[in-house]
């Protein structure tokens, strides 16, 4: 992973940036895996239990665990902020609320807190970049450069 707070800013301000993630639709070759995963999961509690409830919950909790991947998510980057709508409800990040960044390597990770330890990251937005991954990180690198000189927290 990569760093994007201390990136040089584009003068002129990008594009809006609006794209659907859906993995499950989007990436056939990891959709098998991962359903045959779940499937074996559900098998093998049901081997090692005897109880078909149980097989049922493992499955689901797995399937929720994993909702990005079952979910198409729509994300909107702009000089708002990060927004993402998941079943007709948006959440945004504002940029100013943008602590740091980290380049991974399907996607950037935001967090909206200065802390950097393994835990903070469950409390970020991953944002998949899907086919826009240059696009993604230039709007990332301009406007996390636009609250530093603005006197955000970056």
Same mark, same amino acid.
């Given at each position: 992973?990569?760093?994007?707070?201390?990136?040089?800013?584009?003068?002129?301000?990008?594009? +809006?940036?609006?794209? #659907?993630? !859906?993995?499950?639709?989007?990436? +056939?070759? #990891?959709?098998?895996? =991962? =359903?045959?995963?779940?499937?074996?999961?559900?098998? *093998?509690?049901?081997?090692?239990?005897?109880? $078909?409830?149980?097989?049922?919950? %493992?499955?689901?909790?797995?399937?929720?665990? %994993?909702?990005?991947?079952? =979910?198409?998510?729509?994300?909107?980057?702009?000089?708002?902020?990060?927004? /993402? #709508?998941?079943?007709?409800? /948006? #959440?945004?990040?504002?940029?100013?609320?943008?602590?740091?960044?980290?380049?991974?390597?399907?996607?950037?990770?935001?967090?909206?807190? $200065?802390?950097?330890?393994? *835990?903070?990251? !469950?409390?970020?937005?991953? =944002? +998949? !970049?899907?086919?826009?991954?240059?696009?993604?990180?230039?709007?990332?690198?301009?406007?996390?450069?636009?609250?530093?000189?603005?006197?955000?927290?970056?």
């Amino acid at each position: 992973m990569s760093d994007l707070s201390h990136a040089p800013a584009r003068q002129e301000a990008p594009s +809006p940036l609006k794209w #659907r993630s !859906w993995p499950l639709r989007d990436s +056939p070759t #990891r959709a098998v895996p =991962v =359903v045959l995963s779940l499937v074996t999961a559900g098998l *093998l509690v049901r081997w090692l239990t005897g109880h $078909n409830y149980l097989a049922i919950a %493992a499955v689901s909790a797995l399937a929720v665990a %994993a909702w990005r991947f079952f =979910v198409p998510v729509w994300f909107v980057l702009s000089d708002h902020g990060v927004d /993402q #709508r998941v079943f007709g409800r /948006q #959440r945004r990040l504002t940029w100013r609320a943008i602590h740091h960044g980290e380049v991974c390597a399907s996607g950037v990770l935001l967090l909206a807190e $200065n802390d950097r330890s393994k *835990l903070a990251s !469950w409390r970020g937005l991953y =944002v +998949p !970049w899907a086919e826009h991954r240059d696009e993604v990180i230039a709007l990332v690198r301009h406007y996390a450069h636009v609250g530093e000189a603005a006197g955000g927290p970056l």
